[in-house]
């Protein structure tokens, strides 16, 4: 009787609470521990919706009040039952948890960004079979406390819904009250703070933190290793002796399948990070590698095959349907199974001749054929009369048959029963099933480092691209600071141009734990939509959702739909893999056929002196797939993107850009694209001369990289798309008119197929339309921001603060303090007379930040810092990644709350730094007053690397939250603290330290080398002259002005270390001395300069060797003799030549209204030429 009174009382408050058109769900122990993701219904909810329910007309009060008697009634039966019912099938201890938990999530509600769900009652109960057997597999959903709508830990829970168009997804169920909409609104009541900043989906990318319901890496659910499907996993099952389910033959056939399919592929490899080969100890010898993804989608195609014709089997070896619902299944994973889709997927090789004919394109035509033709061959076995049995179909009879033995094994046992050997149904071995659960594997299954791995749930993510607002809102929502309109919108075009902000990669969002679990973040701050743009439902079913519902401690439901970004992938991959065309994907690219970038075709069989020129440049830097050619008849085609990258260019995009470099080939030598470009006879002649010496890294310079080569290749992509344009045989409306046609009548029949070709013809339209359509400016605006003077206004502070935090430490000995410096910004001047040798500074190790310092602090301040440091160290290194890190959590993080923060505070802003340090360096502007220097590629492999290095930070989840996304997304901040390190580090027993104060100590070219050495436990430093009290004290690195140049952004006059640097020379195979290349480095560098005679001893040496020139080498004790002075004059002059083509463009060294670095950087190339003249 307590337990009717507790319904009665429950019911009268939440009356929707049972729902009897839901199918009752197992039984837990505790419910709601096991299923965190179930919306729990609010009583103010429930209040509320009564209450709009009942305030209709007065015409129904009285009736309104029989009707009162004849609901007790009503309920008061429900409840009898449902005691019975459950008294029957649960504890009456778990009874109430049951009925507290009996609300789902599986509600109808709007999408509140971009769709609606539309979820059945026969969908709702395959999604609640598949929730409940993913928690009781070890599946997690972690809590998500979000300040947007309250702290709480169930106000914002994770479940998945079907969606209008797109099928299942995940959701975010929000549950916020009236209080919080109106908080946000308050806090955020500026109209301005989204006016400026909605992207293509109306969605504010720059909403303040408090509406953010789920920051960006905020983990949202676990995948346990028991419910990952991968190769590793399937070789376990059925080719490992130990497994009940093995197959002595699975591993030989489908190794020798996927060999046959691809020659070149890997076979059947285990996948691991391992190198060598593993027995399996049944015979089979497993080689390790990466098995190509196609391959990979072949085998775990077969598992979910054999696992769905277990689960449609019923006990009389009959295929069933009916087991696609709640009814048993003989597979484990048929709740899995259930969500999957019943038929194959209308991905590229599911296409008819119609839809290839409205798709338009005969290289993805021949794709979409021959995958089909091959998984045909596959499936089926050698068609030309060979061993049948060698064949996908024939290892998935026996896969499924060993699940049958087994289970009638089982069965047998209990039953003491013997029957007869099963049979597989024909039904289960139909090429159309394996080439549906192909299309699911490939569309659904992740990428983690080369491996896939199928995860149920994680792969029911929709995907949505992460926009640059999106982006750069992570930094706005994560830092203290959130900035001002002007500043986002400068960001925004740093990003368009490829500066400001790394990309974050796919693995950042998917890790893979100890125990080879995955878990899935969120790769996007998502936004709770403001109460103007919100859908707001009660969170009942036939209620109707109201806009104005904010009055107090109302309680309102929110389905958001919780998007990822599947990496930079072009659509003609999603139509190949994933069955669906995205629109707006900003990683799309269009085809523009090389005959668009000429006016006029040439024809075959006529050339001209141009043309002929062009041919041997695009040969000599290996810019053309087809080195037989004779005659220049087009470039290659290109695929561009909206922004006008270039998907042959790389990703990189620093140094080689071979797409690129073909198109300015062309344009410069057959005045293509250069109308208006001033001097183009002078560098068109500079091109020639370049070509006629054969010197490739002239002919790159002066054909491919000459001023304003950027923009040409910018006016050449527009007006090629323009023909592009012309050209086509059916207009942008046209093709939008066909869409909507077949969208209209998009069903079966390859309706959808036809309706995808019109879609990516329609994207790559726009895409070209776009291009089409854009006017260059013609002052190419410049991404680097010059800044030559620093903002001192505040530097006097700073210097006292500093000099105060040196005072703090103690030092044993300290004889220096610090001072502006005009000219210098900053030095150290000698607090008294300092004798030569005499020690002026000592630092114990409380004074120096390096890895070991770094980390001992971290261990007392900061755990999760300190775990990240000591793994960064784990390797052998100088300690430049600890610093590195070290440096932007105390910078970037602490801030002033760290001890180190008069140091940091008084170093170069980012700013300085950027205008300053050859880091930052635009490639174009090197090209101009570089070009021809090796130093110019000394500093690009300096900016390939630290790109490199921002993507490894980038990629690390540690790293992100240590530092935050707002610090490690930051290009300009990463890179600042990279040329922090590149130019202050201060260097003894092979690693890196940061000496607050003796980093201060300007360089010039007097006495001996400096040196920072050891004695008892202190670095310490000696004057190498003796200096009066007052005067500033210098050392004397000894490096060339190249090297102070690259790392520190400055030069020395009358440098006496000085050199030229000459690199790219390497050991070719068909060179005559190929065989001594493993004596000498591949890619040497040599200091040539005319006063050190042992460089000119070693280039001489190398050069020995790659000409074979080393018959008697007794018959001189010199390596410049004879023999070798013409390969050491060819190549001293070829450096000669590229020089002066570059001299003639420079610029006057004395010049005061040029840029610093711009002068810098002439002179290097002055300074070159001379050495080696």
């Known amino acids: 009787m307590g337990i009717l009174i507790y319904i009665l009382n429950y019911s009268m408050h939440t009356h929707t ?71 029957c099938c649960c504890s009456i201890n778990n009874f109430k948890s049951f009925v507290q938990s009996a609300p789902s999530s599986f509600q109808p509600s709007n999408e509140a960004i971009t769709t609606s769900s539309t979820t059945s009652t026969t969908e709702k109960s395959k999604g609640e079979l598949f929730l409940n057997w993913f928690v009781d597999n070890g599946g997690i959903f972690h809590p998500i406390s979000s300040t947007a709508v309250g702290n709480d830990d169930d106000n914002v829970q994770i479940t998945i819904q079907k969606f209008d168009g797109m099928g299942w997804g995940l959701a975010a169920i929000v549950n916020a009250t009236s209080s919080s909409f109106a908080a946000n609104d308050n806090n955020n009541s500026d109209e301005n703070v989204c006016k400026n900043t909605f992207n293509a ?57 996927l060999l046959t399919s691809f020659p070149r592929g890997m076979g059947l490899a285990k996948m691991s990070s391992h190198h060598g080969g593993t027995n399996d100890g049944g015979g089979n010898h497993y080689h390790h590698g990466r098995m190509g993804l196609v391959e990979q989608d072949v085998v775990i195609a077969m598992m979910l095959m054999t696992e769905e014709c277990l689960h449609h089997l019923n006990n009389n070896n009959k295929w069933d349907d009916s087991t696609n619902t709640t009814a048993g299944s003989g597979s484990f994973w048929g709740p899995y199974l259930n969500m999957l889709p019943s ?41 030309n009369g060979n061993d049948n049995n060698v064949s996908i179909k024939a290892v998935l009879r026996d896969m499924i048959h060993i699940q049958q033995q087994q289970q009638r094994q089982r069965s047998n046992s209990n039953n003491n029963n013997n029957n007869n050997n099963p049979t597989v149904p024909p039904k289960c071995l139909q090429f159309d099933t394996f080439h549906k659960f192909i299309g699911i594997v490939s569309s659904r299954a992740m990428v983690l480092k080369g491996i896939k791995y199928l995860t149920p749930l994680a792969e029911m993510m929709n995907y949505k691209p992460v926009s640059i607002e999106e982006q750069i809102a992570v930094v706005h929502s994560t830092s203290s600071s959130s900035g001002s309109s002007n500043e986002f919108s400068d960001q925004v075009g740093m990003m368009r141009k490829g500066g400001g902000m790394i990309h974050t990669p796919f693995d950042l969002y998917h890790t893979i734990g100890e125990d080879d679990s995955i878990t899935v973040r969120s790769d996007r701050n998502v936004i709770l939509p403001f109460p103007q743009q919100q859908i707001i439902s009660p969170h009942d079913d036939n209620a109707v959702g109201d806009d104005t519902a904010t009055a107090t401690a109302t309680t309102t439901t929110t389905t958001i739909q919780i998007f990822e970004d599947y990496g930079p992938v072009d659509s003609s991959l999603f139509l190949e893999m994933h069955a669906f065309v995205p629109s707006n994907n900003p990683h799309h690219c269009a085809v523009i056929h090389g005959k668009h970038f000429l006016r006029r075709q040439i024809a075959n069989g006529r050339s001209d002196p141009n043309s002929t020129m062009l041919l041997r440049a695009l040969k000599a830097l290996h810019l053309t797939s087809n080195p037989q050619l004779t005659q220049f008849v087009s470039l290659e085609d290109v695929c561009v993107r909206n922004d006008m990258s270039i998907v042959e260019d790389g990703s990189v995009m620093i140094g080689r850009r071979p797409a690129s470099d073909g198109i300015a080939i062309m344009s410069l030598l057959l005045g293509e694209s250069t109308e208006k470009f001033p001097n183009l006879e002078v560098l068109k002649s500079k091109c020639i001369a370049a070509i006629e010496s054969n010197d490739v890294e002239r002919i790159e310079l002066r054909c491919a990289r000459y001023p304003g080569s950027r923009r040409v290749v910018k006016q050449a992509l527009v007006n090629a798309a323009n023909r592009s344009v012309s050209e086509a045989d059916v207009s942008l409306e046209t093709l939008s008119s066909w869409l909507e046609e077949a969208e209209r009548d998009k069903g079966g029949g390859g309706k959808e197929q036809l309706a995808l070709a019109v879609r990516f013809r329609l994207e790559e339209r726009k895409i070209l339309d776009s ?17 030559d003077r620093a903002d001192d206004d505040h530097l006097d502070a700073k210097l006292s603060s500093f000099n105060q935090f040196i005072d703090s430490l103690n030092l044993p000995v300290n004889k220096i303090r610090a001072q502006a410096v005009e000219g210098m910004r900053l030095g150290a001047v000698a607090t008294e007379d300092l004798e030569s040798e005499e020690v002026y500074i000592s630092l114990p190790p409380n004074a120096v930040i390096d890895a070991a310092s770094a980390v001992a602090d971290a261990e007392t301040s900061s755990p999760r810092l300190a775990a990240l440091l000591k793994k960064l160290d784990s390797q052998p290194s100088d300690g430049f990644d600890v610093l590195l890190v070290y440096l932007l959590h105390e910078r970037y993080v602490l801030k002033n709350d760290s001890k180190w923060w008069p140091y940091l505070d008084l170093l170069p802003t980012v700013q300085e730094v950027s205008s300053s340090h050859p880091l930052f360096f635009d490639e174009e502007e090197m090209n101009l007053y570089l070009g021809g220097s090796d130093v110019r590629k000394f500093i690009l492999r300096n900016q390939v690397r630290a790109f490199e290095r921002h993507t490894a930070l980038a990629s690390d989840v540690d790293v992100h939250e240590v530092l935050g996304s707002n610090v490690v997304l930051d290009k300009s901040i990463v890179y600042w603290a990279t040329a922090i390190l590149d130019s202050r580090s201060i260097w003894w027993e092979g690693r890196r330290h940061l000496t607050p104060l003796l980093d201060l100590v300007n360089a010039d070219i007097v006495g001996r080398a400096h040196e920072t050495k050891v004695e008892e436990s202190s670095a310490v430093t000696r004057a190498s002259r003796p200096v009066k009290r007052g005067e500033q004290v210098y050392e004397n690195y000894q490096q060339p002005n190249y090297l102070l140049f690259a790392f520190h952004g400055f030069m020395l006059d009358h440098n006496p270390s000085d050199c030229a640097l000459l690199g790219g020379l390497s050991i070719n195979r068909n060179d005559p001395g190929a065989k001594f290349a493993n004596r000498l480095q591949s890619s040497p560098t040599f200091c040539i300069s005319g006063t050190n005679i042992d460089t000119m001893e070693e280039l001489a040496q190398f050069l020995r060797m790659k000409h074979g020139i080393l018959a008697n080498e007794l018959e001189s004790d010199s390596s410049l003799n004879e023999n070798i002075v013409p390969y050491l004059t060819q190549v001293l002059k070829e450096r000669i030549s590229r020089l002066e083509d570059l001299t003639e463009l420079g610029t006057d060294l004395e010049d005061e209204s040029v840029p610093q670095r711009r002068r810098y950087m002439s002179r290097v190339a002055s300074s070159d030429l001379a050495h080696f003249q």
Not at 58 to 76: P, T
Not at 205 to 215: D, K, R, T
Not at 773 to 783: A, F, G, M, R, W
């Open 343 to 383: 038929k194959p997927i209308p991905r590229l090789d599911t296409f008819d001749t119609d839809a290839y004919a409205m798709l338009n394109d005969a290289t993805l035509e021949m794709v979409g054929r021959s995958s089909k033709q091959r998984l045909l061959s596959m499936f089926h076995g050698n068609v």
């Open 201 to 257: 989906n109306n969605n504010c990318s720059a909403n303040p933190a408090s509406s953010i319901i789920i920051p960006h890496l905020a983990p949202l659910f676990t995948v346990p290793p028991n419910l990952i499907i991968s190769i590793s996993s399937i070789l376990n099952t059925y080719a490992s002796p130990s497994s009940e389910y093995y197959l002595p033959n699975f591993y030989t056939i489908v190794n020798q399948v």
């Open 17 to 87: 609470l049972i729902q009897f058109n839901q199918p009752p769900r197992p039984c837990y122990d505790n419910i709601e521990s096991k299923l965190p993701i179930m919306a729990k219904r609010k009583k103010s909810t429930a209040t509320a919706a009564n209450s709009d329910s009942s305030s209709t007309t007065n015409n129904a009060v009285v009736s309104n009040h029989r009707l009162f008697f004849a609901a007790i009634i009503v309920v008061v039966s429900a409840a009898l039952f449902i005691t019975l019912f459950c008294f």
């Open 771 to 787: 291009i089409a359509s854009i006017v260059l400016n013609n002052d190419e605006s410049k991404t680097h921001i010059v800044v």
